[in-house]
């Protein structure tokens, strides 16, 4: 009788647990992504350095580190704000350009930085446990494309109107650690010509970044 009645105990705790709604969306997350940054390698962005488009960097490593708050929730939507910070770097090494009659000219490296910080509005739709995203931004960022060697053109010191949007989502395996991805485009406006130099391009950026969430 003692067993029938522990094991009726057991299964009736088993039904509530089960019954259980999953953990709603806590009130902050704080992202660490890697990214690889595929930088644009296009004649008119070349021109806009006075530079020639073999000496681009092409792609490079970034990093993002985002942080939002979940202050409302209205039906299965759970609204949040907060703040990211992007840098990516990518740079070249010199090169050997062979020439007409056998002459040998080198084109030398050079080095492209991105820095972007922007508020954030997100979309969110899912439990504590996981959840999928969309979410926006308006920021500046800076754009530094400069030969080795050479010293900074006015337009790299330009702080560049951009506006982010992208979405992604995140795993909580543990309590508090989730593994979480993010795709995620970066519209830049062309910047300011300096001197003789053209403008450089409106330029858009697919970034694909994946690593951890923290709640």
Sequence with gaps: ?????????????????????????????????????????????????????????????????????YPLTWKKVTFGIGGRVVRARASSSDLMVAGSGGTVTTLKGAS???????????????????????SAGIGRAKWTLVQDGAENLPTDDERLKT??????????????????????????NPSTPAGALPTSPRMTMLVIGAGVSIK
């Excluded at 492209?112 to 969309?134: I, K």
């Excluded at 506006?163 to 508090?176: L, N, Q, S, T, V």
């Design 112 to 134: 492209e930085s991105f820095t972007y910080v922007s508020p954030q509005l997100s979309f969110n739709f899912g439990s504590g446990t996981g959840w999928s995203y969309l």
């Design 1 to 69: 009788m003692r067993t029938l009645l522990v094991t009726a105990c057991l299964l009736q705790c088993l039904r509530a647990s089960a019954q259980e709604p999953p953990p709603p969306i806590p009130r902050f997350v704080f992202d660490v992504h890697a990214a690889f940054f595929p930088f644009p390698s296009t004649p008119e962005l070349a021109a806009s350095r006075g530079l020639d488009i073999r000496q681009l960097p092409g792609t490079g490593l970034g990093g993002d580190l985002a942080v939002h708050v």
């Design 163 to 188: 506006i982010d949007y992208g979405g992604g989502a995140r795993w909580f395996a543990k309590p508090h650690l989730a593994f979480s991805f993010d795709v995620r485009f970066y519209a830049i």
